[in-house]
């Protein structure tokens, strides 16, 4: 019973999945949204660079954190009312490696 009982609660559990189509949407508000900020190349602007020079020691979750919740005290808006935790960990992923060019 007890192990059944796990495998429902997994199976509820919101699979972190970005779809293709979020995917494009994303790298549309990064680049454009993010960019405004951090530079259409994301090397820095009025906001720190978003590059994986910059960002290779930073781990993805307190990234997230930053993206979801902003940062106190500084310009970093909170964009939790845009982008799901899944998308936040997406982006600073791909931030991290190089961020991908916008597809169209
Ligand atoms: C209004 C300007 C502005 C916008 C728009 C903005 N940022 Fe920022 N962001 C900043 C500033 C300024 C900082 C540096 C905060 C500090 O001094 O610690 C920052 C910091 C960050 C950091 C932390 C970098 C580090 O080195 O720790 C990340 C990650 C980040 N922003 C991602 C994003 C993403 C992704 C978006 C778009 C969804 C975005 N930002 C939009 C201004 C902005």
Redesign the pocket.
């Known amino acids: 019973m007890r192990g059944s009982s796990l495998l429902t609660l997994l199976m509820l559990m919101p699979a972190p999945v970005v779809h293709a189509d979020d995917r494009a949407a994303l790298v549309r ?2 680049r454009q ?6 530079g259409m190349t994301l090397k820095g ?6 590059t994986p020079q ?2 290779r020691e ?1 781990p993805v979750e ?3 954190a ?2 979801l919740y ?2 106190a ?5 909170a ?1 939790k009312s ?2 799901s935790e899944a998308d ?1 960990e997406w ?2 992923g791909r ?1 991290q490696e190089g961020f991908p060019e916008e597809s169209r």
Do not use: E, F, N
Not at 33 to 38: T, V
Not at 73 to 77: E, F
């Open positions: 508000l990064v949204d993010c960019g405004s900020c951090h602007g009025l906001g720190t660079p978003l910059a960002l930073k307190s990234m997230a930053t993206i902003g940062r005290g500084t310009p970093m808006p964009w845009m982008l936040a982006i600073a931030l």
